[in-house]
């Protein structure tokens, strides 16, 4: 079992940043793949960015490349940074994680967190 849980959302302002945490417990942590999703109400869940266990590869939305980074440490903690935010960016944002190998499917996934909600005004 994994236990996920975010924090760092909150209300921005357009152009502003903002860093989100998803702190991982219950596995070893550096075997997990480690994702962020997000949910804007009225539209589907949306992959934003995955990390390789070891943090040597990452891949990003088209959406957020250039503006967000993944990254993770040796905490057990996986982080996005978020900068330049639109308002197209406000959602729930959602750490997950996979016991293999995962990309931009939800259903790679295997373990989520609770999300937290990231609001950016115009």
């Known amino acids: 079992q994994v236990q996920l849980v975010e924090s760092g959302g909150g209300l921005v302002q357009t152009g502003g940043s903002l860093r989100l945490s998803c702190a991982a417990s219950?596995?070893?942590?550096?075997?997990?793949?480690m994702g962020w999703f997000r949910q804007a109400p009225g539209k589907e869940r949306e992959f934003v960015a995955v990390?390789?266990?070891?943090?040597?590869?990452a891949y990003y939305a088209d959406s957020v490349e250039g503006r967000f980074t993944i990254s993770r440490d040796n905490a057990k903690t996986v982080y996005l940074q978020m900068n330049s935010l639109k308002p197209e960016d406000t959602a729930v944002y959602y750490c997950?994680?996979?016991?293999?190998?995962?990309?931009?499917?939800?259903?790679?996934?295997?373990?989520w967190g609770q999300g937290t909600q990231v609001t950016v005004s115009s």
């Open positions: 990390i390789s266990g070891n943090g040597g590869n």
């Open positions: 219950g596995r070893t942590f550096s075997s997990l793949f």
């Open positions: 997950a994680a996979a016991l293999f190998k995962a990309g931009v499917r939800a259903h790679e996934y295997h373990y």
